[in-house]
Each structure stands twice: as structure tokens, then as C-alpha cells.
């Protein structure tokens, strides 16, 4: 049950200190999530702040540290958290009026961290339906965690919230190919290489041909059917949240058309949303939100 308004000012400022290292962590890591999320009003935005950071602790524990004790340490305390003891980490305790706030949903945070542990012992996914079942556990179980904060009803909009954070992985994995495969990861699917006839040797030094671009545009328009999938949610969200997550929807896809105009230079390069590009997708979801 959501607290009346006093109630949640004064136990979010109990944790303001827990909150500020929450919002350097997204801002430090995620500019575009950061753009987006901070318009939320204050608490909701924290909220979100805290989230991330949780997920980024559990990211970082695999693609940074290459640790799983980390990971399963973290694992072990939100055991404790959800038992209603509180790890000494900023994160958790800036959780704790999130938990006390939303009726959250406990699965999701196993889920992701599940993801994270098939990260640690990874294999290039088979089928396609491989690659999107990992999607889920890496990053659609993020916007499950973030539906009760955006939703009276998040369980209304539960595949929509799958959808998208599955489209912004395929998204992920597009844009960084040759990042990923430096660090012996290949997501692109095993059946899905052998549709487009491109070998791992093609990956390896980097060739964009036409085969290459049939299979990423292959991923890429299953990510924007995922995207448009994703936004038929934005009447269940609250008012005061739909400019913010049609903002994420925008932003992540048009990382789809960066690449697209680097002429799919993925292997090298990082490819990001120009600001004058940000502006205009302000103005686009503005006007899009006048029509619902």
C-alpha cells in the first residue's frame, strides 16, 4: 500500500545521503536512463535510482570483476535484505523505503541476478528463443522491478515490461558486437549465424558485408517490434511517469539508427544518441503523449 505523500518525504530524506551515491551511479553509468528518469517526480525518481544501482552492483560483479563470489554475496544479502535485515551498502539502504513504499516485486531481483550467473558461465545461445530468455533474466526482470513505481497495476502491463527490457539487451548486444566478442561473448545466435551464413571468423576480424547487416537488421527489427510492443503500455502508467519511460523507449531505439548510420560499424566503435538527436526525441515523445 503507497504511504500518503508526508509519510514518504520524510522516510525518503532519512536516506537522503544513500540516495545522492544512487544517483552519481546512474548518472555515471547510464547518461541516457539518467536523462530519462531523472523528470520523474523526486521519490519515484530515487526509487529508480536505487534500483539501478542494484543492478549495477550485480552487473559489475560479472563484466567487471569477473567475481561470482560477489555476485552470490550479493545474492546472500538480499536473502538478509528481504528478511528485514539491512546489508551495510548504500543501495540496500536506500532500498528500504522502496520496499516500504511499493509493493515490489521480490522474483524479479532473483531473476536478475540469475542472469548475471549465466553470464559468469556463458554460452552463445543457440535458437533465438535462447537468446531471449536471457534477455528476460538480464533485463526484463529489471522492468519488472520498476512496474510498481510507474503502475497501480503492473501486473497488467507485465509482458509489455518483459518486451522492453528484452528489445533494450538486443539492443545492447547490437551495439557492442565487438566489444563482446573481445571478451569471448557472442549473443547472436548460434541458428541465426547459419541463416545469415556469417562465421565467427567474420566476427573475428570485424567484416561488414551483406550478410552481416541481414542478420544485425534481422535482431534489430525484432527489437523494434519488442519496442513498439513495449509502448502499448504507456496508458497504464502514471501521468507523471509516461514522458520519462517513452523518453528510455526512444532513446534505446534510436542507438538502433546510430548504428545504422556508422554504416553498422559495431565492431570499434561506440555508438551513441547525439544530443541534437535527444532534443529531438523530447519534442517527438512530447507530441506523441498529447495524442493518448
Not at 509493493?103 to 548475471?116: C, P, T
Not at 558485408?209 to 527489437?223: H, M, P
Not at 502514471?238 to 532513446?251: G, N, P, R, T, V
Request: hydrophobic share 35%; net charge negative; aromatic share 14%.
Amino acid at each position: 500500500m503507497i504511504k500518503r505523500k508526508n509519510d514518504l518525504t520524510k522516510i525518503f530524506s532519512m536516506y537522503e545521503s544513500d540516495f545522492a551515491l544512487c544517483e552519481q551511479t546512474i548518472r555515471n553509468h547510464s547518461k541516457s536512463f539518467y536523462k530519462a528518469f531523472s523528470k520523474l517526480p523526486k521519490q519515484k525518481a530515487l526509487s529508480i535510482f536505487a534500483i539501478y544501482s542494484f543492478c549495477r552492483e550485480a552487473d559489475d560483479s560479472i563484466d567487471v570483476y569477473g567475481d561470482v563470489d560477489r555476485l552470490n554475496k550479493l545474492k546472500r544479502e538480499l536473502d538478509d535484505f528481504l528478511a528485514g535485515e539491512i546489508p551495510d551498502r548504500y543501495f540496500w539502504r536506500a532500498l528500504v523505503p522502496v520496499f516500504e513504499t511499493y509493493e515490489m516485486n521480490q522474483q524479479s531481483f532473483y531473476d536478475m541476478l540469475l542472469g548475471q550467473e549465466m553470464d559468469w558461465a556463458f554460452q552463445q545461445p543457440e535458437t533465438q528463443t535462447e537468446l531471449e530468455e536471457y534477455s528476460y533474466y538480464v533485463a526484463g526482470s529489471v522492468g519488472l522491478m520498476l512496474l510498481p513505481i510507474l503502475s497501480d497495476c503492473p501486473d497488467e502491463i507485465r509482458s509489455q515490461a518483459i518486451q522492453l527490457g528484452e528489445a533494450m539487451q538486443i539492443t545492447n548486444i547490437l551495439r557492442d558486437i565487438g566489444e563482446d566478442f573481445n571478451n569471448q561473448r557472442i549473443y547472436l545466435p548460434k541458428e541465426i549465424m547459419e541463416r545469415f551464413d556469417v562465421s565467427l571468423n567474420s566476427l573475428e576480424k570485424g567484416i561488414i558485408n551483406d550478410s552481416f547487416i541481414e542478420l544485425w537488421e534481422y535482431e534489430a527489427t525484432r527489437a523494434e517490434q519488442l519496442y513498439l510492443k513495449a509502448q502499448t503500455m504507456l496508458h497504464t502508467i502514471h501521468k507523471d511517469c509516461q514522458e520519462a519511460l517513452l523518453l528510455s523507449i526512444y532513446f534505446y531505439k534510436e542507438i538502433l539508427n546510430s548504428v545504422r548510420q556508422s554504416n553498422y560499424q559495431c565492431f570499434n566503435k561506440r555508438n551513441f544518441v547525439k544530443k541534437s538527436q535527444q532534443l529531438e526525441l523530447y519534442q517527438k515523445a512530447k507530441n506523441y503523449l498529447k495524442t493518448l
